[in-house]
C-alpha cells in the first residue's frame, strides 16, 4: 500500500532525463525550420504552397480542423466523465487537459499560417462582420483557450501547493513558482468549497463551448455551396469526428507518459479497456456519420455528388479515402471490440493509427471537394487541376506538430500528469495520516 | 536621502510643466496678434461688390473678401465607393448564340485590368451539358449576384454588394482568407497568391496609383482578391466595359435594369423584351444567388462552335507577354 510521501514522490514532476533533452531538442529543431519556410512565406505570398484558385484552401485548413478536432479531448474525458460520475477518468484527465490546451492554441495559431495577409490580422476586430462563419471562429477560439486553460489551472491548485512543500529542499526556485500558482491553498473546508464550485461550472461551460467550436468548425464548410461540404449532416459529422480524433490522442500520448514515467501503478489495464470502450463507442458514432454522409448522396447520386464519390470511391483519391475509413476507422473497431485489443500496447497502436487517420481524414474532406466546382476547370495551368501540398507547406505543418508536441512535453515535464490531491483522497490518504502514523 | 531626490524631482517636474504651459498661450497670444496686425494691411481697399444670396437678397461685400472658387465639374459622379452610383442598377445580358470563342472580351479584360497571373477574370468556357447535347461556348464574367455568397461569408467587408448592383473587392482591406472563393459557385474569383509584379512584366509603373474598389487589378495586391469589377471606371466616363466593346460578335449587352435597356454598342435594346423574346436565364438559378447576369441561349446560332476551337485553350486564360 502506497503512503502520502511515496504517491507525491511518484507523481511529482522530474528532471528531463537524456532522451527528453534530446526529444525537446529535436521538436525545437523541426520548429525552427518551420519557422525559417513561414517567415520565406511571409516574403513571397503564398505562392510558395500548392495552392492555386482551384485548390484555394489546403493543409493548413486540413491542419486546423484535426487540431480544433483533436482539442475537444478535454470537454470530453474531464466534463463529461466528470457530470457522469465515472471514478475511473482520474489518472487520466489531466493529460487529457493538456493535450486540449497544446491542440487549440495551436489550432488559432495554425488558421492564422493560412491568411495571406496576417499583418491585417486586427482587421477581423476593427471590420468584423458577425454573419461571417470566420468571425463566430475568432470568438469561439479564444474563448475555448481560455476555458481549457482554467480547466486545467483549477484542479492543479491543490497540487501546487503538494510540490511547492515537496521541492522546498530540492528545488527552491521551482518550488518558488509553484508556490505563486498554488494561490496561497491551504486546504481549508472554504477554499475546497470554492475550488469545486468553480471546477463544477467550468466542466458544464465547456461541454456547450467544445460542441459550439466543433460545429463552427463545422459550418465554415458547410455555409458553403460547395458539393460534398454542403451538408446539413457536416456539424455532427465534425463532432463525431472529433471525439474520435481526440481520445486517439489521449491514447497514444498516455501510454507513452505511463511506460516513460513509470506511472504503471496509477494508470493500469483497467483503464485502457475503459478507453478502448470510449474509443470504439466514438468510431461507431462517426462510421455512423460517414455512411449518412457518403452513402445518401451515393443513393440520389445527382450528377455534381457522382462525380465528386466518383473520385472518392474508385478515383484519385480512392487509396487514401479507404485507408482512412479502413485502416484509421474500421480496423481500430473491429480491433477494439475484443478484450484483447484493449491492453495498452495494442490501444497504444490503434491510437496512433487513428490519430493519423483523423489527419488524413480531414485531408480527404477538405481538398476533392474544391477540385469539383461547379463550372469545369478551364483556362488554368495544367497543375491547378490536381493539389499536393508542396515542401513549404509539409514543414510549416510539421512545425505545427511538433510546436503541438513541444507544448505537451513542457507541460507534462513541469505539471504533474496525475492529480496528486485527488488520487490521494481517493486512496484514503492525507498528510495527517502520515503524521499520526509517525508520530 | 531618498525621498530628498524623490522631492527635488518632483519640484523640477512641476517647474518644467508650468515653464511649458507659459510657453504655449504666450505662443498662441503673440501668432494672434500679428494675424490681426496682418489683416489689416490687407483689407484697406475700399473697392465694394454687390453679390445676391441664394434666397435672393442682395449684399454688399469688401471686395478684398471675395475668393474665386473652383467650379466641381465632377458633380453628379460624386458618390460613397461603397454605396455606389445613385438610382442605377447595372445588368448584362450574354447572348450565347453569337459567341464564337473569338476571346477578344478576354484579351480586352486582361489588358485593362492589368492581369500578370494565370487565371483571367473572363472565361469562354467550352460547354456541354450531356454526350447528346450540343457544345456551345460560354463568356462567363463576375454574375454580380443580388444575394452574392461571397460577401455574405467576407469576415470583415472586404468584399461588399453596392445599391447599384456591383460587388467589388477592397483590397486595402481583403485579409486573403479565401472564404470568398470557397463561398463563389461560379469560381470567377482569382487570388493574388504572389506579387502581381505588373511593373516587370507589364512595364508599368504602380506607383502613382492607390487601389480603388472601382478599377480592379490598378494595382493588384499581393495576397487578396480580384475579380471582375463591371468596369465602373469606364461607366463612369460613359463608356461599356472592356469586354462589351472588345467583343467583335456583339455577344455582351451592357445597361441599366431601372432603365430597361441594355447594349453591346451596335444595337440598344429593351432588356425585358431581350429576356422574354430569347427565353433569358440565369446560371445556378436553383442556387439563390440572384445574378446579375443574364444568358440567352445558344439557338438559332449564326456561327458553328467548331470555329472556337481554334482558339480554345485548355490550359491558358492570359497570354504571357513575350520575352525580350
Not at chain 1, 511571409?42 to 493543409?59: C, F, S
Not at chain 1, 487540431?67 to 466528470?82: E, H, K, M, P, Q
Not at chain 2, 465632377?74 to 476571346?103: Q, T, W
Request: charged letters at 20%; proline letters at 5%.
Amino acid at each position: 500500500m502506497k503512503n502520502f510521501k511515496t504517491l507525491v514522490k511518484d507523481l511529482a514532476p522530474k528532471k528531463f532525463g537524456k532522451f527528453d533533452i534530446i526529444w525537446t531538442c529535436f521538436l525545437v529543431l523541426i520548429i525552427i525550420i518551420g519557422i525559417v519556410a513561414y517567415i520565406d512565406q511571409l516574403i513571397k505570398g503564398q505562392e510558395v504552397t500548392n495552392m492555386r484558385d482551384y485548390a484555394l484552401w489546403g493543409i493548413y485548413i486540413s491542419n486546423f480542423v484535426f487540431f480544433v478536432a483533436t482539442s475537444f479531448v478535454g470537454s470530453v474525458t474531464v466534463a463529461i466523465l466528470r457530470l457522469t460520475n465515472n471514478e475511473w477518468r482520474t489518472p487520466l484527465v489531466r493529460i487529457a487537459e493538456i493535450i486540449s490546451v497544446a491542440a487549440i492554441v495551436m489550432a488559432g495559431i495554425t488558421i492564422m499560417i493560412d491568411m495571406a495577409r496576417p499583418d491585417r490580422l486586427l482587421n477581423l476586430f476593427i471590420h468584423a462582420r458577425l454573419q461571417s462563419p470566420i468571425t463566430w471562429d475568432v470568438f469561439i477560439i479564444p474563448t475555448y483557450i481560455l476555458i481549457s486553460l482554467l480547466l486545467l489551472y483549477f484542479p492543479l491548485i491543490p497540487d501546487f501547493a503538494i510540490l511547492k512543500k515537496y521541492f522546498k529542499k530540492k528545488d527552491p526556485k521551482l518550488s518558488k513558482w509553484y508556490g505563486k500558482l498554488s494561490l496561497n491553498w491551504t486546504g481549508s473546508i472554504a477554499q475546497k468549497a470554492i475550488q469545486t464550485k468553480s471546477i463544477r461550472i467550468i466542466a458544464i461551460m465547456i461541454i456547450p463551448v467544445g460542441l459550439l467550436l466543433q460545429t463552427i468548425d463545422a459550418w465554415l464548410f458547410s455555409t458553403t455551396y460547395r458539393i460534398g461540404w454542403d451538408s446539413t449532416n457536416f456539424a455532427p459529422y465534425f463532432i463525431s469526428g472529433a471525439l474520435v480524433a481526440g481520445i486517439g490522442a489521449l491514447v497514444s500520448v498516455i501510454y507513452v507518459v505511463r511506460k516513460h514515467k513509470k506511472l504503471e501503478y496509477y494508470i493500469t489495464d483497467f483503464h485502457f479497456d475503459k478507453l478502448g470502450k470510449l474509443l470504439v463507442l466514438a468510431c461507431l458514432t462517426y462510421l455512423y456519420f460517414n455512411i449518412n454522409e457518403y452513402l445518401i448522396p451515393a443513393f440520389t447520386s445527382k450528377k455534381g455528388e457522382s462525380i465528386h464519390l466518383d473520385t472518392l470511391f474508385t478515383g484519385a483519391y480512392a487509396p487514401l479515402f479507404w485507408s482512412v475509413t479502413i485502416i484509421g476507422l474500421i480496423f481500430p473497431i473491429i480491433i477494439l471490440l475484443f478484450k484483447k485489443g484493449r491492453k495498452p500496447l495494442p490501444m497504444f497502436i490503434v491510437g496512433l493509427v487513428v490519430v493519423v487517420g483523423s489527419w488524413w481524414k480531414r485531408f480527404v474532406i477538405v481538398t476533392p471537394t474544391l477540385l469539383h466546382p461547379f463550372l469545369p476547370i478551364q483556362g488554368v495551368p495544367e497543375s491547378w487541376h490536381h493539389y499536393f501540398p508542396s515542401l513549404h507547406e509539409w514543414l510549416i505543418t510539421v512545425a505545427t506538430l511538433a510546436m503541438a508536441l513541444l507544448i505537451i512535453t513542457l507541460l507534462v515535464r513541469y505539471l504533474p500528469v496525475i492529480p496528486i490531491q485527488r488520487t490521494a483522497d481517493e486512496l484514503g490518504l492525507s498528510e495527517n495520516k502520515i503524521k499520526n502514523t509517525e508520530s | 536621502m531618498g525621498k530628498n531626490k524623490k522631492n527635488s524631482r518632483r519640484k523640477f517636474l512641476d517647474n518644467g510643466l508650468k515653464l511649458g504651459l507659459i510657453t504655449a498661450i504666450g505662443g498662441i497670444g503673440i501668432s494672434k496678434l500679428t494675424s490681426k496686425l496682418n489683416a489689416k494691411t490687407s483689407s484697406s481697399s475700399n473697392d465694394k461688390m454687390e453679390l445676391m444670396t441664394t434666397d435672393g437678397t442682395l449684399i454688399q461685400v469688401d471686395s478684398s473678401e471675395v475668393m474665386e472658387v473652383e467650379h466641381d465639374t465632377n458633380h453628379d459622379k460624386k458618390y460613397n465607393i461603397r454605396e455606389g452610383m445613385p438610382n442605377r442598377k447595372f445588368v448584362m445580358v450574354i447572348d450565347l448564340a453569337k459567341c464564337k470563342n473569338a476571346l477578344k472580351c478576354q484579351s480586352a479584360c486582361n489588358k485593362h485590368h492589368y492581369i500578370t497571373g494565370d487565371n483571367a477574370w473572363m472565361k469562354v468556357y467550352k460547354m456541354q451539358e450531356s454526350k447528346d447535347s450540343a457544345p456551345y461556348w460560354m463568356p462567363t464574367t463576375c454574375m454580380h449576384c443580388d444575394k452574392p455568397a461571397c460577401v455574405t461569408v467576407c469576415p470583415v467587408d472586404a468584399t461588399f454588394k453596392r445599391k447599384d448592383g456591383l460587388v467589388l473587392i477592397d483590397n486595402e482591406r481583403c485579409i486573403g482568407c479565401r472564404f470568398c472563393m470557397a463561398a463563389c459557385p461560379y469560381s470567377t474569383r482569382v487570388f493574388n497568391w504572389g506579387e502581381p509584379g505588373q511593373e516587370i512584366t507589364l512595364n508599368m509603373d504602380m506607383t502613382d496609383h492607390t487601389p480603388s474598389p472601382e478599377h480592379g487589378g490598378m494595382p493588384s495586391l499581393k495576397g487578396t482578391v480580384d475579380k471582375c469589377d463591371f468596369c465602373p471606371h469606364q461607366v463612369q466616363n460613359n463608356e461599356l466595359p472592356h469586354c462589351v466593346t472588345a467583343c467583335p460578335n456583339g455577344v455582351f449587352y451592357f445597361g441599366d435594369k431601372y432603365e430597361d435597356t441594355v447594349t453591346n454598342g451596335d444595337e440598344t435594346v429593351r432588356l425585358s423584351q431581350l429576356l422574354e423574346d430569347k427565353a433569358g436565364y440565369r446560371l445556378m438559378e436553383s442556387l439563390g444567388t440572384e445574378p446579375s447576369v443574364y444568358y440567352l441561349p445558344p439557338t438559332n446560332r449564326l456561327v458553328d462552335f467548331e470555329d472556337g476551337l481554334e482558339f480554345y485553350k485548355e490550359f491558358e486564360s492570359v497570354e504571357k507577354p513575350e520575352q525580350s
